[in-house]
C-alpha cells in the first residue's frame, strides 16, 4: 500500500510570461535527506532545508550570464558545482557570498550537464555525448572533446548511477524519429549503445527515469499515450566494448494508463520495486480538467494514492528521502509518502498481523486529564490496573476504523470517547496517517451540529498525534475558540505547522479579549505555565543591561523624560517590569509569538485590533523583551517560550500595522518611546556583533606566521 501525506510549500515560483515552463531547471539532493538545491531556469541557485521551509542560502550569476545546468552538490569536498553559458564550470561552497568571486574554468566544447551522486564522483556530460570526471577536466579546461554523436543527433535526457562500485553515465537521445540509450561506464571508460523500440506513431517518450537494484539497471519510460514501458540492463558483463555495434533493448509494459487524446505535461518517476509516482495523467474516477499525483502499484495495477494539484503543472517531479517535489503554478510542493511492502494478502486485506494483541505496544498517546491533575511532574508514568486494561480490550479490540468512524456520527459522547481511546492505544504510529484526519473531521462536524455534543480530551489526544494539520480540519480551531477550549487552542498552536495568519490573529484578539479572572481558571499546558511562573518570579530581581538595553541608558539618550519619573524608578518597580496581562492570558500570548506567519498577510488582520487591545498587548511584550535573557536558566530547562527575534518581530508588527493611532495616542506616548530605545538597542548590538564576526573572520583568514626567535610580540588591530 501506498499513501500520499498533506502537502507543504517549500517556496514561490516566478514561471516565465509564456508559462511555458516552471522556471525551476531542476532539484538536486545536497547534504542529507532534509536539504536540497534549487535551480531556476535563469541566474539563481538557492539551498533550502526542506523541514523548515526556508532557504539557507542564495547565489546568483551577474546580469549577462545565465545558468545552463542545474546546480549539484559534490559530498566528497562539501562544493556545489554549476555551468553557466554552456562553457564556464563554476565552482564555490556554502560560506561563499559573492558567485562571481568563487572558482570558474572555461572549457572548449558545451556542456550539457553535471551528475554527481552520493557515493560518486562529479562527472561532466557535454552536448555532443562525450564525458569526463570534473577533477580530470579541471586539470586541463581546454582539453579537445570528441563528438560521440551522429550530426543530427539530440540528448534529451540524461542521469548519473553508482551501481555497487561502478559509476554511469546514461542518456537518451533522437535521431530521425528513433531513440537510442548509452551507458558511458566510467573506470575503464567503456560505451554502450542501444536503440529503444519504437512506439505506435512514432511517439517519444515523456519522462524517463532510472534506478538500481539487485545488479539490474531498471529504466522506467513514460509515453504520451499513457503506456508505461520498462528495460532492465544488467551491469553483470558491461565489461567488454562494442564499439561501433548498436544493441536492441526490450521492454515491458508496466501500466496502461485510460488517456483521452494525448498525455501533454507528464512525468513518471519509479518510488520502490512496486510503486511508481505520475504527475499529470488523469485520475481514474475524476473529472476532464483535474491535474493529479498518482501512486500506482505496478504488480497489481492497482491506484494506491492520489491528491489533486491546483494550478498549471508542468510535467517535472522530483523524488528524494521519501518526498515528491513538484512545481505546479506558482508554487513549489514537497508531498511526503510512503510506501509499505505490496503482497496479494495485504491488497485483499488478509494479510496477518506480525505481532501478537499481548506483545503489541501502547502508543505514546497522553491523558491530558492526569497529565493536569496527577502527572504534571512525572508525566512518563502510564499506570494501568490489570481490569481496566481487560474491559477496554473486550469492548473496543474488534473495533476497525470503519466502524469507529460510523459510530461518532450516532453514539453517545462518552461511547465515542472510549472507543477512539481504545483505537489509538492498539494502533500503530504509521498507520495513523491515513484515518486521524477522518476521526476529527467527523468529530468536529457533529459537535458543531450538535451543541451537547463534544470531546475535547478525545480532539486533544487526535492532535497530539502529530497526524493532523489546519489543511486536514480548518473548523477545528473555530471549533475550539467557540467553545472557548482553550488548552486545545494551545495545542494547535503548538503542532500546527500551517495555520492561516487570519486564524492567528483570531486567537490573539481571543486571548487578549478574555478576562484574567476567567484565564486563571484556564487547564493549559505546564511547561508554559513554568516559564512564566519562572519570569514573573525574576522580573522583581533582575534589572540593569538585558539584550543591548538598559533602563539608564535610555533616560541618558532621551532626557526629555521627566524627573519624577527617573526618582519614581529609583524607589519603586518599574511599570515595564511588570506583567501587564495575567499568568495564563500570557500563556496563551506567548503561543501566538511562536506562530509561524508571513509579514504581508498577517499585517493586514493585525490592523482590525482595537487601540486598548493594541497598547496592552505592546506592554506585554515590552515585559517580555526587559525581562526575557536568553543565557538564564529558563532556556537550559527547555521551557517552551518565545525567543528574542520573534518578540522583536512582533513589536515591528505592531507599529506598522497601528503606528498611526499609536502617535495620536496621549497614553502610548511614554510606550512608543520606550519601544523606539529598545529597538535602537538593537540595531546597535547587531551593528557591533558585525564589526566582531568580520574581525573574526580576517583573524580567522590570516596565515600563521612561524615564531622568530624564542620571543616575539605581534600586534592585531581588530578596528
Known sequence: MAALYEAYTLCGLVPPESLSNSGIQGIEAERD?????VTDSSRCVTLYKV????????????????????????????????????????????EDVVLDKTFKATVSSDILRVHCVARGDPVVLFQRGAVRLLDSLLSAPQQPIEEVLAPEETIRWSTNIVADTQQFVIFTTEQNGDSFLYLQKLNPNILHKYQLEREDSDLSPLSISASYRDRLIHLLYLYPNGHVYQSVISVIGLGADQGAQTLPLRRKLLLALSVKGRLGAASALPLDDAHIAIIGAPHPSAGAGKDFLCIWNIHFQTLQAGKEISGKIFGQLWGYSSKLFIPHGKTLSVIPYECTKSSLASALGKLKQGRTEESRSL????????????ESTQPSKRVETRAFRMRRTQSTSDLTVEQVLAHIKTKRMDEVEKEVEGLLTRADTQDMHQWVGQLVSLLVSRSMADPTFYTPTTLAQLVHTRCVCYSV?????????????????????????????????????????????????????????SFMETLTSRAHSQFGLQNGFSSTSSAADHPDVTKSKTDKEETSTPLEHTC?????????????????????????????????????FLQYLQFLYLNYNEDSVLQRHGYRSPNLPQIMDWISLMLDAHFTVLVMSTEAKGLVLNLHNYIKSQVRLFSELGKLHSSLQELKNVKTKKDVGQYSIEVIELF
Not at 535527506?33 to 538545491?37: E, L, N, Q, W
Not at 523548515?52 to 569536498?77: I, R
Open 33 to 37: 535527506s532534509d536539504h536540497v538545491i
Open 51 to 94: 523541514s523548515d521551509q526556508k532557504p539557507l542560502g542564495s547565489w546568483t550569476v551577474k546580469e549577462g550570464n545565465c545558468l545552463t545546468c542545474p546546480a549539484v552538490y559534490n559530498t566528497h569536498t562539501k562544493e556545489y558545482v554549476t555551468v553557466t553559458d554552456n562553457k564556464v564550470i563554476r565552482i564555490w561552497k556554502e
Open 363 to 374: 502508543v505514546s498517546v497522553p491523558s491530558w486529564n492526569n497529565i493536569f491533575q496527577e
Open 473 to 529: 480540519c480548518p473548523d477545528l480551531m473555530q471549533l475550539a475558540l467557540e467553545k472557548k477550549d482553550y488548552l486545545l487552542c494551545q495545542l494547535c498552536l503548538q503542532l500546527f505547522p500551517d495555520i492561516p495568519e487570519a486564524v492567528t490573529c483570531t486567537c490573539l484578539k481571543a486571548f487578549i479579549s478574555l478576562p484574567d479572572a476567567d484565564a486563571e481558571n484556564l487547564k493549559l499546558e505546564p511547561d508554559s505555565i
Open 580 to 616: 501587564p496581562v495575567g499568568l495564563h492570558k500570557a500563556v496563551l500570548l506567548n503561543e501566538v509569538l511562536q506562530t509561524a506567519f508571513s509579514d504581508d498577510l498577517l499585517l493586514p488582520h493585525l490592523r482590525n485590533l482595537s487601540s486598548q487591545h493594541v497598547v496592552l
